[in-house]
C-alpha cells in the first residue's frame, strides 16, 4: 500500500517553521475532471543534504519555480535489519520516512534548488551507491480550494526506485472529492513473478530458480527487477517491511508488512519431497514485519510482498 497525503499540516520538524498553515492558495482553483491526474512533480536528490542545508542538488528542476513548496522526503535507507528477522523495526529514531517542507527561493541551473532565506534542513537526506538508496524532493502545489468530479481521480506517480509513490497538497478552502484521491499500489513494489522448477528447497536467501524474488521496502539492496535476479534478492526471507518470496516448489510469497504484519505465503504442493500430504511444506515467504512510527515526523510506504514460486 502506498502512501497518501492528501492535505499536511506542519508540525515542528519541517524546515520551516509553522507557518504554512494551508499554504498561500497560489495555485488557483483546481477542478479535475479525469482519471489519473497527477498533480505533483518529482525529481530524485543526487547527492545527500545535511543538516543545515539551505538547498539540494537534484536530478533534475524541471517542472519548479522560485515561490514553489515542496517536500523533501527520505524514501529508504535503513539498513541494519537482518533477513528474515520477524522483529517489529522502531522508526521513531530512524532517518527513513522522515519528511521536511521546504519554500524555493531559486533555481541554479538543471539541478539545484535554493531556499528562501531563513530556511535550513533540520535532518540530513541521505542518497548513496546502495541499490534504491533514496530521496525525493516533490513539488506541493498550493490550492484555493480542490474539486474531483465524480469518475475523475488524484493519484501518485508510480515509484519507480527513486521518486514517485506520494500525492501532496495543500488547499485552503474545500477538498470536495466525488471521485478519488489515491495512491494505492503506487508505492513499494511487489517481487516480480518468474517461472522456478525444483523441489526441496530450504533457502532464506535461496538462489533462483529455486526462489523467487523478495518484495521492496525501505532496505535498499534486496529487491531487483532484473532478468536473473541478483544474490539476497529472492528466498523466503523478508527484509524488514517487504515480504520474502516463494521456494521450491509452489510455495507462496510473504506479504508485505505496514502498521501490521505481512502474512506468511502458503505452503509447498503436496508432492514436494516425495508426494503425500506430510510432504507439503511450511517455506512459504515470510511477512513484512510491523513498522512503528509517528505519522508527525515519519511517512512510509507499505511493504511490496513477495512473488510466489511455480
Same mark, same amino acid.
Request: proline share 3%; hydrophobic share 40%.
Given at each position: 500500500?502506498?502512501?497518501?497525503?492528501?492535505?499536511?499540516?506542519?508540525?515542528?520538524?519541517?524546515?520551516?517553521?509553522?507557518?504554512?498553515?494551508?499554504?498561500?492558495?497560489?495555485?488557483?482553483?483546481?477542478?479535475?475532471? *479525469?482519471?489519473?491526474?497527477?498533480?505533483?512533480?518529482?525529481?530524485?536528490?543526487? *547527492?545527500?543534504?545535511?543538516?543545515?542545508?539551505? !538547498?539540494?542538488?537534484?536530478?533534475?528542476?524541471?517542472?519548479?519555480?522560485?515561490?514553489?513548496?515542496?517536500?523533501?522526503?527520505?524514501?529508504?535507507?535503513?539498513?541494519?535489519?537482518?533477513?528474515? !528477522?520477524?522483529?517489529?523495526?522502531?522508526?521513531?529514531?530512524?532517518?527513513?520516512?522522515?519528511?521536511?517542507?521546504?519554500?524555493?527561493?531559486?533555481?541554479?541551473?538543471?539541478?539545484?534548488? &535554493?531556499?528562501?532565506?531563513?530556511?535550513?534542513?533540520?535532518? *540530513?537526506?541521505?542518497?548513496?551507491?546502495?541499490?534504491?538508496?533514496?530521496?525525493?524532493?516533490?513539488?506541493?502545489?498550493?490550492?484555493?480550494?480542490?474539486?474531483?468530479?465524480?469518475?475523475?481521480?488524484?493519484?501518485?506517480?508510480?515509484?519507480?526506485?527513486?521518486?514517485?509513490?506520494?500525492?501532496?497538497?495543500?488547499?485552503? +478552502?474545500?477538498?470536495?472529492?466525488?471521485?478519488?484521491?489515491?495512491? &494505492?499500489?503506487?508505492?513499494?513494489?511487489?517481487?516480480?513473478?518468474?517461472?522456478?522448477? +525444483?523441489?526441496?528447497?530450504t533457502g532464506i536467501n535461496q538462489a533462483y530458480p529455486g526462489g523467487t524474488s523478495k518484495g521492496e521496502g525501505v532496505v535498499p539492496g534486496n529487491f531487483?527487477?532484473?532478468?536473473?535476479?541478483?544474490?539476497?534478492?529472492?528466498?523466503?526471507?523478508?527484509?524488514?517491511?517487504?515480504?520474502?518470496?516463494?521456494?521450491?516448489?509452489?510455495?507462496?510469497?510473504?506479504?508485505?508488512?505496514?502498521?501490521?504484519?505481512?502474512?506468511?505465503?502458503?505452503?509447498?504442493? !503436496?508432492?514436494?519431497?516425495?508426494?503425500?500430504?506430510?510432504?507439503?511444506?511450511?517455506?512459504? +515467504?515470510?511477512?513484512?514485519?510491523?513498522? &512503528?512510527?509517528?505519522?508527525?515526523?515519519?511517512?512510509?510506504?507499505?511493504?511490496?510482498?513477495?512473488?510466489?514460486?511455480?
Amino acid at each position: 500500500m502506498a502512501l497518501l497525503c492528501a492535505v499536511l499540516l506542519a508540525p515542528p520538524a519541517f524546515a520551516e517553521p509553522d507557518t504554512l498553515g494551508l499554504g498561500t492558495g497560489r495555485n488557483g482553483v483546481l477542478t479535475v475532471n *479525469a482519471a489519473n491526474t497527477i498533480v505533483n512533480t518529482y525529481t530524485r536528490l543526487t *547527492a545527500t543534504a545535511n543538516a543545515g542545508a539551505t !538547498s539540494v542538488t537534484v536530478t533534475s528542476t524541471a517542472g519548479f519555480a522560485a515561490g514553489d513548496l515542496v517536500m523533501v522526503y527520505q524514501s529508504t535507507g535503513l539498513t541494519a535489519v537482518a533477513i528474515g !528477522s520477524q522483529t517489529a523495526i522502531d522508526l521513531s529514531t530512524a532517518q527513513v520516512g522522515r519528511w521536511q517542507f521546504a519554500r524555493v527561493l531559486s533555481l541554479t541551473g538543471t539541478t539545484r534548488l &535554493n531556499f528562501v532565506a531563513g530556511t535550513t534542513l533540520t535532518q *540530513a537526506f541521505t542518497v548513496g551507491t546502495t541499490a534504491n538508496l533514496a530521496a525525493q524532493v516533490l513539488r506541493v502545489p498550493e490550492y484555493q480550494s480542490v474539486t474531483v468530479n465524480a469518475g475523475a481521480s488524484i493519484v501518485a506517480a508510480p515509484w519507480d526506485g527513486q521518486v514517485g509513490g506520494l500525492v501532496v497538497f495543500l488547499s485552503q +478552502g474545500a477538498v470536495n472529492n466525488a471521485g478519488a484521491i489515491s495512491a &494505492n499500489g503506487m508505492g513499494f513494489r511487489g517481487g516480480l513473478y518468474r517461472n522456478g522448477n +525444483g523441489d526441496g528447497c530450504t533457502g532464506i536467501n535461496q538462489a533462483y530458480p529455486g526462489g523467487t524474488s523478495k518484495g521492496e521496502g525501505v532496505v535498499p539492496g534486496n529487491f531487483s527487477i532484473a532478468g536473473v535476479p541478483p544474490t539476497n534478492t529472492t528466498g523466503y526471507g523478508n527484509v524488514g517491511n517487504a515480504g520474502g518470496g516463494g521456494i521450491c516448489h509452489n510455495s507462496g510469497g510473504g506479504g508485505g508488512g505496514a502498521a501490521g504484519a505481512g502474512g506468511r505465503g502458503g505452503r509447498t504442493w !503436496s508432492g514436494d519431497n516425495g508426494g503425500g500430504a506430510s510432504a507439503s511444506r511450511d517455506v512459504g +515467504g515470510l511477512g513484512g514485519v510491523p513498522m &512503528n512510527f509517528s505519522a508527525v515526523d515519519h511517512l512510509l510506504f507499505g511493504g511490496g510482498g513477495g512473488a510466489g514460486h511455480s
